[in-house]
């Protein structure tokens, strides 16, 4: 019951999760659009009237005009509407996944043993301090005289960046490595909100009800932390979906894969943000940042295909018979691939994958070579297979496999 109890509550919070996901990208993406798309009124009075920018537009057979002031209107309006329960409840139901699967069951999803012996204890304090600590180190930068140069600050945020995908490449399953840097990058995220651009729209609200001058630097180190997490949110995105693909979070150096993938998440944004704003340029975007990106996605998928299968060195036919093929996939996947799973946590097979009969694992093969060749299954090797019986169920299916 417990086992069904975690993957009902895994259900629902995936589903809350992608919603308010869906929602907060959605305003954020839409006001970086619209900020980007504003341009200076050609009507004297809304420009003595505090106006900077402003912007029509028509969408659902309606005409809209939107406008943005320099800092705040002269008397605020009666209804003011604000955009962060999107963004808290993204992480709140982000959070609660993290937990449900990746901390209380850290022994499946968080910890293997062939990349660091890690008790369960252990991970979760590394998991959590690289959460937190992430968030702290980002937050000094952007205090730091460094935010003067944005250039810069990204430069360093990139690396930085990088390395934490790295040693955490190093310290978890690759499953778990790139759901934690993407916790890491989310937690940044929401933080922005709550701790920077919330505070400073609070505070230009209470100085107009209080009749101060608004200060614009409030709004200014809001408009730095959005725009920074307009280029975290991709990266954020691969590493929400990267638990589907073996491939990248299973690959040798599955750090190199995450770190590119959010490169290039990044620079595919950096053109569309600066295709927002072609209105100045003529009309014109560079596609370099573009061609970059797919660049960049174009060699990683390059490296992460498999090499071509060596010859068999197998001279005894029992190595390949399939009797003992069946014993190993018995052994090793059954008890999570099966109508019935026996290991402990899994009340359905994963995937719906059932691998519990000659006719299964012969209709399965294809998805079977790249999870066992990526060390991706068994999940953290929770059924101890071996070296040996990896390479001889690879190659059975390289090279005597039907089908």
Known sequence: MSAYIIDIASLLGRWVHLVTGIAWIGASFYFVWLDNHLIVPTDDSLIRKGVAGELWAVHGGGFYNAQKYRVAPETLPPSLHWFYWEAYSTFLSGFFLLGLLYYAQAEIYLVDPRVAALSKPAAIGIGLAFIIGGW????????????????????????LSSA???????????????????????TIMVANVFFVIIPGQREMVRAKLEGREPDPQAGLRGKLRSVHNTYFTLPVLFTMISNHYAV????????????AMSAAGVLIRVYFVARHTRHGR??????ISALLGLAVLAATAA????APAPPSAATDPSITRFEAIQHIVALRCAPCHAEAPTQPGFVTAPKGLLLDSPDAILTHVSVIAPQVATNAMPIGNLTGMTDAERTQLLDWIRNDSPR
Not at 142 to 147: V, Y
């Open 282 to 287: 003529g009309g014109k975007t560079s596609p």
């Open 136 to 159: 702290l180190v980002y937050d000094a930068l952007c205090r730091s005289p460094l935010a003067k140069s944005g250039a810069w600050l990204g430069c360093l945020i990139g690396l």
């Open 303 to 306: 490296v992460l295909a498999p």
């Open 164 to 186: 934490a995908a790295f040693a955490l490449c190093r310290l978890f399953s690759g499953r778990g490595a790139f759901i934690e840097f993407g916790a890491m990058l989310g």
């Open 248 to 259: 990248a979070f299973g690959a040798h150096r599955n750090w190199l894969a995450l770190i």
